[in-house]
């Protein structure tokens, strides 16, 4: 059973960062674009950034130069280094394949950026 565990989030100011991780567990994801994703109260969820097993690299406009995706194949997690971080950034955050498989969502982590 595979199971992906999100951590890292938290309460910051704007203007400060945080680093989530995701650990997959029960399968390796090798080969495989995995992402992260984000859902703010009454709003759809939505990417924010994916990463290729080659390691190319995909950002949502709102996040682009501010957030960096990385992989550990190794030891099977995925990272997201969030700077700069702005009160829109509010959300719950994801990792999953990418495309995303409906079974595979985690319980997410809480981030909450206060102005």
């Known amino acids: 059973q595979v199971q992906l565990v999100e951590s890292g989030g938290g309460l910051v100011q704007a203007g400060g960062s945080l680093r989530l991780s995701c650990a997959a567990s029960?399968?390796?994801?090798?080969?495989?674009?995995m992402g992260w994703f984000r859902q703010a109260p009454g709003k759809d969820r939505e990417v924010v950034a994916a990463?290729?097993?080659?390691?190319?690299?995909y950002y949502a406009d709102s996040v682009k130069g501010r957030f960096t995706i990385s992989r550990d194949n190794a030891k099977n997690t995925v990272y997201l280094q969030m700077n700069s971080l702005k009160p829109e950034d509010t959300a719950v955050y994801y990792c999953?394949?990418?495309?995303?498989?409906?079974?595979?969502w985690g319980q997410g982590t809480q981030v909450t950026v206060s102005s």
């Open positions: 029960g399968r390796t994801f090798s080969g495989f674009r």
């Open positions: 999953n394949k990418d495309p995303p498989v409906v079974g595979y």
């Open positions: 990463i290729s097993w080659g390691k190319y690299t």
